[in-house]
């Protein structure tokens, strides 16, 4: 009988916790949505609106890379 490798994420005595690879992405999308929207109209205003997408676009490009990221590391605990 092979051990079976200590998995705290199918814990069963703690079925309802979230991965990190959920919550942290989730949580930097509210952050930016919110960061978006106070800082848009002055953006906008200025005529800043190349700036305001980069930011965004990019900003996009780095939480997507840290899914990635959290849902390897969390396959290979």
């Known amino acids: 009988m092979t051990p ?3 998995n705290r994420l199918n814990n069963p005595r703690n079925p309802r916790k ?3 690879s959920v919550w942290m992405p ?3 999308l509210v952050y930016l949505f919110g960061m978006t929207a106070w ?3 002055s ?3 200025n005529g800043e609106i190349a700036r305001l997408i ?3 676009l990019s900003e996009i490009f780095i939480i997507v ?3 990635i990221f959290l849902v ?3 396959r290979n605990m």
Request: without cysteine; proline residues 8%; hydrophobic residues 60%.
């Open 65 to 67: 890379l840290l899914r």
């Open 54 to 56: 980069i930011v965004f």
């Open 43 to 45: 953006l906008i205003a």
């Open 72 to 74: 390897k590391r969390e």
């Open 18 to 20: 979230i991965r990190k």
């Open 39 to 41: 800082f848009a109209p």
């Open 26 to 28: 989730a949580l930097l």
């Open 4 to 6: 079976q490798p200590n």
